[in-house]
C-alpha cells in the first residue's frame, strides 16, 4: 500500500539576535530555539552588520544601546545599503523622541526593556506574520489617491505634489490604512490590527510615533492631511477649522 508523501514542514525563520548581555542573549536565544525558530547572534553593532548579510535573517532583534555602534545606526547603514530586513529594537529607552528617532531609522516594532520573553515572541510572530503575506499576486491593483497623494501598491510609490516620498514599509502599510478609506476616523486598535496584525493588546504609543513620523514625510506640503480625532484615532483629510480635529 503506498505511503501517502508527508505535508511540507513549514518554514523556519532564522532570527538574528544582537545584544551584548550574555544573560538576555541566552535567554532570548533559548526561547527563539524553544518556539521553532533557527538564531543566530551578534554582541556589537559591527558584528550585527556583518552577520545580517552573512545569515540573511528574516528578522533582527536588535539592542539599541550596543557597546560600539547603537541600534539606530545599525539599523541606518543597514537601510542605506538596501537591506530591509524586519528590526525589533530592545530599548531601556521610554521617551516619545528616543521612539521616534527608532522607528525613523526604520526599525518595525519596539520592546521596553524589562520585557517579558513572551511578548517578544508575540512581537516576533506578528512582524513575521505581515511580512510573510502575499502582495496580491498578479492582480493589479489601482494606486490609492487624496487630494495630492498618490500612493501605488504595485511599485511601493508614493508621490505628493508630483514628489517622491520615501517611507518605511510600515509607514507604507499605515499610509494604505488611512488611503484606503479617507475621511473616515479609524481607531488606534483597527490600526494595530491592519498594520501590526497584533492579536493582542499591542502598545497603542507605537501608532502614535508612527502617525508622528508619517506626518514630518507626507504633511511637509500643504493642506495637512493626517489628522488627530483626540480620544479616537487618525483620519486622512485636508485641515479644516472645527472641533476635534488637531495635530499630534
Known sequence: MPVAPSAPAPPQHNVLVVEDDPSIRTLLTSALHAAGYSVSTADTGQT????AGRSQPDLIVLDVGLPDIDGFAVTRHLRAEGVYTPVLFLTARTDVEDRIIGLSSGGDDYVTKPFHVQE????????????????????????????DLVLDQQTHEVRRAGLPIQLSPTEFRLLVCLLAQPERVVGKKEILSEVWHYD???????????????????????????????GVGYCLRAARPGPGAAAL
Request: hydrophobic share 40%.
Open 48 to 51: 550585527a552588520m556583518f552577520e
Open 120 to 147: 517578544v515572541l508575540l512581537r516576533i510572530r506578528a512582524i513575521l506574520r505581515r511580512s510573510d503575506m502575499p502582495s496580491g499576486g498578479g492582480t493589479r491593483r489601482p494606486p490609492l489617491r487624496y487630494a
Open 200 to 230: 493582542f493588546a499591542g502598545d497603542a504609543r507605537i501608532v502614535d510615533t508612527y502617525v508622528r513620523n508619517l506626518r514630518r514625510k507626507i504633511d511637509r506640503f500643504e493642506p495637512q492631511l493626517i489628522q488627530t480625532v483626540r
